[in-house]
């Protein structure tokens, strides 16, 4: 079992799984957003929601705001957006630089699960939540590492997903040791993306190359979304 929250989570299962069933009213409307989702991948991210939802309070892993819609705002926004990338790589190993909590890595994982995931964190208890969610969930194609992103050894990093996790031309700057040329580096963005683009530094636009790779929607939100490449092209 996970270390994460050992008291609370060693004390009864049995008692726990029965507090989170009966917390949990949040709305769940996965099966009426896509057809014929696979069943077992929807109860998959479904327990993944709950537990999100039930250990927000204590680690503030999402905006308490957004608990309510969550299945839209985090959930389906990764699906659609995790989709995109999983079609749009042919990398087997994928990591979530910072990924907090666990999103989008978690959920890719399960959209995948012949794919390897490594979420990357420096946050100690938002690794133990994953790790815990792992457990929990029965999740086997991912690691979770307590890491800074600039300690990965180098060139290791082929492929990279983040969500929320800094402006493009930090993030680049962050993954510049661990990125290979040809590395992959995809980005979840609003439709500003465009403006963040037009900040990266030139020096840095000789070393990495950005492109939009699609754009999105999530069900009854007008607002466009983003999947941006970046290409590391030299050392």
Same mark, same amino acid.
């Given at each position: ?18 507090? +989170? ?32 939802? #039930? @250990? ?5 892993? $999402?905006? &308490? ?8 705002? #985090? ?30 890595? $978690? ?7 012949? +794919?390897? @995931? ?10 133990? @939540? ?17 890491? +800074? ?8 990093? #082929? ?27 995809? #980005? ?13 530094? &030139? ?26 490449? &970046? ?5």
């Amino acid at each position: 079992m996970s270390k994460f929250d050992t008291g609370s989570l060693a004390a009864n299962e049995k008692s726990q799984e029965g507090e +989170r069933r009966g917390e949990f009213s949040r709305k769940w409307r996965i099966q009426d957003w896509f057809d014929n989702f696979d069943v077992e991948k929807e109860k998959k991210l479904r327990a993944y929601f709950i537990e999100l939802i #039930h @250990f927000n309070g204590r680690i503030n892993l $999402i905006s &308490t705001r957004s608990e309510e819609n969550g299945d839209l705002i #985090h959930i389906t926004d990764c699906i659609i957006a995790g989709s995109i990338i999983l079609g749009s790589t042919k990398q087997r190993e994928i990591y979530d630089i910072g990924s907090g909590n666990g999103l989008p890595g $978690i959920v890719m994982a399960i959209l995948d699960p012949d +794919r390897q @995931f490594v979420l990357i964190d420096r946050d100690a208890k938002k690794i133990e @939540f994953i790790k815990h969610i792992c457990s929990r969930v029965g999740i086997k194609n991912v690691s979770a590492q307590q890491a +800074r992103v600039e300690d990965l050894k180098s060139g290791t990093v #082929h492929c990279a997903v983040s969500r929320g996790f800094a402006s493009l031309s930090k993030s680049v700057i962050t993954l510049r040791k661990a990125s290979p040329v040809g590395g992959e580096y995809f #980005h979840m963005k609003s439709d500003s993306w465009v403006r963040e683009v037009a900040q990266i530094p &030139t020096q840095l636009c000789a070393f990495w190359e950005p492109s939009l790779v699609s754009e999105y929607q999530l069900p009854t939100v007008e607002s466009k979304f983003s999947v941006v490449l &970046t290409k590391k092209i030299r050392e």
